[in-house]
């Protein structure tokens, strides 16, 4: 099976940044796209921004100019650098890939998410 482990996460004043990794491992024969979410306290899980194999990007509104994802398909890693955090960007940070793996001899597709890791971002 496929497993995402995240890190990175951490306390950091507003107009700080900081940089979430996300590492997929298992029986991977290809990602198609990786991604970012969060999920505050008492809100909806919330996406962030996605990346396909071929670096497209795309991003919601509330991050774009601040947050960049990228990643390095030779390590099945994804990034997510946050830049001029602000406390509303609080919350747990959850990764995605979705892809196909082989396992014996089976071809099958995979979606897998990140045990989450916690940002918090202090006024």
């Known amino acids: 099976q496929v497993q995402l482990v995240e890190s990175g996460g951490g306390l950091v004043q507003a107009g700080g940044s900081l940089r979430l990794s996300c590492a997929a491992s298992g029986e991977i024969f290809s990602i198609r796209a990786m991604g970012w979410y969060r999920q505050a306290p008492g809100k909806q899980r919330e996406l962030l921004a996605t990346?396909?194999?071929?670096?497209?990007?795309n991003y919601t509104h509330s991050v774009k100019g601040r947050f960049t994802i990228a990643r390095d398909n030779a390590k099945n890693t994804v990034y997510l650098q946050m830049n001029d955090l602000k406390p509303e960007d609080t919350a747990v940070y959850y990764c995605?890939?979705?892809?196909?793996?082989?396992?014996?001899?089976?071809?099958?597709?995979?979606?897998?998410w990140g045990q989450g890791t916690l940002v918090t971002v202090s006024s």
């Open positions: 990346i396909t194999s071929g670096a497209n990007t």
């Open positions: 995605y890939a979705d892809g196909v793996l082989v396992v014996a001899g089976r071809w099958d597709t995979f979606d897998a």
